[in-house]
């Protein structure tokens, strides 16, 4: 965008002639605009990660102290105590595992260990896991259908949290009694799979949608619905995309839900046979 405002680091000296007189004057312009940018970037992130550990640390905080004050009388009320803390703390321990491995990504630091995987094998492991969490909001949960050949050469424990990452926020967005569907199809032509999560739930304005995926964006319409960081579906983006050179998408309506999507390239019937 050429109409963007620039920054310049600006050094102006002095030429001299004979008997030291001052005949001209060089500048010399360093473009520091992209220094600048990345400088502000670090100071926003610094910024929202140390927003996001306030909330937690001042709950853990106060409720220690209460403890701590013997304001909690009865074995009842030190239970709810100790399951606020505990809570805080796993909310403490996710953030910190969000913003290290989105960290570790970026730089090419992160170990990843690439096999032959069926996704649908993939899905159904974290499906089990998320079903009872679906249940206790009364939210269907319709399942994919077997496909003969949908190996990927990705790693798993990456996949597995991306999937977990999509499941949990159909299903924290979705109102009780709603739905929540799963689908995977292959495209061997372009030689991918496509996996889709669509929901029932409270939507994306449209205004909104190209940010879902920025570090620390939440939609804010939805603030109230669920708990949340902001770095979910960024790790999805950066584990797909920068480790899998595959692609996310997402469409979605105010109201009638979303469905977010994502694609990974199919492994080579060479790779499968070397495992």
Avoid: W
Avoid at 134 to 139: S, T, V
Avoid at 180 to 202: F, N, P, Q, W, Y
Avoid at 234 to 243: D, R
Avoid at 259 to 275: D, G, H
Wanted: net charge negative.
């Amino acid at each position: 965008n050429e109409d963007r405002s620039k920054t310049f680091d600006c050094i102006v000296s002095c030429v001299y002639g004979e008997g030291e007189r001052v005949f001209g004057v060089v500048a010399v312009l360093h473009d520091i605009t992209r220094e600048k940018e990345i400088s502000q970037m670090k100071n926003d992130f610094v910024g929202h990660v140390s927003h996001e550990l306030k909330t937690p640390l001042a709950t853990i905080t106060a409720y220690s102290e209460m403890l701590c004050d013997s304001e909690a009388q009865d074995v009842q009320t030190r239970k709810e105590f100790c399951s606020v803390i505990r809570e805080q703390a796993k909310r403490l321990s996710r953030l910190i595992e969000d913003v290290l491995n989105i960290s570790r990504i970026e730089s090419g630091l992160i170990k990843v260990s690439k096999e032959p995987a069926s996704l649908t094998m993939l899905i159904e492991e974290q499906m089990q896991m998320m079903k009872s969490y679906a249940e206790e909001k009364n939210i269907k949960v319709i399942g994919q259908k077997p496909i003969v050949f949908d190996q990927v050469y990705v790693d798993k424990d990456m996949i597995r949290q991306v999937i977990v990452n999509l499941l949990s926020n159909a299903i924290k967005y979705t109102p009780c009694g709603g739905s929540m569907k799963i689908e995977t199809e292959v495209d061997e032509i372009a030689g991918v799979a496509r996996v889709s999560v669509t929901d029932t739930g409270v939507g994306i304005p449209e205004n909104e949608i190209e940010r879902v995926f920025d570090k620390f964006y939440r939609v804010d319409a939805n603030k109230n619905q669920a708990e949340g960081t902001g770095l979910g579906l960024n790790l999805v983006k950066q584990i797909v995309e920068k480790v899998h050179n595959g692609r996310v998408f997402v469409t979605s309506r105010v109201g009638a839900g979303s469905t977010f999507s994502f694609e990974l390239p199919l492994a080579t019937k060479e790779a499968v046979e070397a495992v």
